[in-house]
């Protein structure tokens, strides 16, 4: 993994300057202007449908903005090599678990006399060290999104970005995810997040940004947001309403 000051120069700041995508006619992300740091996690919160997975494509590099702009550490174009993400619903290779890591290092050019050592550490980053032999699709939810971040960490990604990794697990495998975020986000590499879990948004969030209908209604450092939010809709939200 990589030191910080490697992770800043290369992949950050994330800027979006008045970014805007349409999917046919509607408008999925409107006018987002936003700036993506090193630091602590930069955790994405809003209803269904308000576009935190369409923000964390773009962030990645995988949707083109139809308006706007998107810059990773001060250029337009970056080479997506040092980011990785962890979908929504990752999908297992038909391997074993160790066999899905090695298979991501390979894809991302470690020489095969250094996998085997490497797929270990992850392994055992993620606890999986007794599970290397099962077959990926046969772990459990919780399991397979403990592997697909050491999939994405294989990758050896300065910025990783998490699409609700903890979304229908229970509370002991949500902790195993939220305390692998602290440790990643400790070794200096950036994590971009969306949760639907406040209480998930509240233990690991620097900066949050609060989306509905595709804009964002609020951005800034967690602890100002939680402590008092400033606008009517993020209020509501944060009191548990339906944001409609
Ligand atoms: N390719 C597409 N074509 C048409 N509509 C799309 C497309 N991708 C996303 N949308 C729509 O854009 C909106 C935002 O979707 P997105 O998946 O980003 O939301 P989300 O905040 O991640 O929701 P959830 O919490 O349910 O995961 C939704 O209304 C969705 O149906
Ligand atoms: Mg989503």
Do not use: C
Not at 64 to 84: D, Y
Not at 147 to 161: I, K, Y
Request: hydrophobic share 45%.
């Amino acid at each position: 993994m990589n030191s910080p000051a490697s992770t800043s120069a290369a992949d950050l700041p994330i800027h979006f300057e008045a970014v805007g995508i349409l999917a046919g006619e509607v408008t999925i992300l409107d006018r987002v202007s936003i700036k993506i740091s090193s630091g602590a996690p930069t955790v994405l919160i809003g209803p269904n449908g308000s576009g935190k997975t369409t923000l964390l494509r773009a962030a990645m590099g995988l949707t083109r903005p139809s308006f706007g702009q998107i810059t990773w550490g001060g250029r337009e174009a970056s080479p997506p090599t040092r980011r990785a993400i962890v979908f929504q619903r990752p999908v297992m290779l038909r391997r074993s678990a160790a066999g899905n890591i090695s298979y991501a290092l390979a894809a991302s050019g470690v020489p095969r006399a250094e996998r085997g050592q490497r797929t270990a550490e992850l392994l055992s980053l993620v606890g999986l060290e007794a599970l290397s032999g099962r077959p990926a699709r046969r772990l459990s939810g919780g399991e397979q999104q403990r592997l697909s971040l050491a999939r994405a960490l294989a990758r050896d990604p300065a910025v990783l970005f998490l699409d609700e990794p903890t979304a229908s697990l229970d509370p002991a495998a949500t902790k195993a995810i939220e305390d692998l975020v602290r440790t990643i986000s400790a070794r200096g590499i950036k994590v971009v997040m969306a949760t639907h879990n406040l209480g998930e948004a509240k233990r690991l969030a620097g900066e949050i940004v609060l989306l509905h209908r595709g804009g964002v209604i609020e951005s800034g450092p967690a602890s100002a947001f939680f402590a008092a939010p400033a606008t009517e809709e993020a209020k509501k939200y944060l009191a548990g309403e339906l944001l409609v």
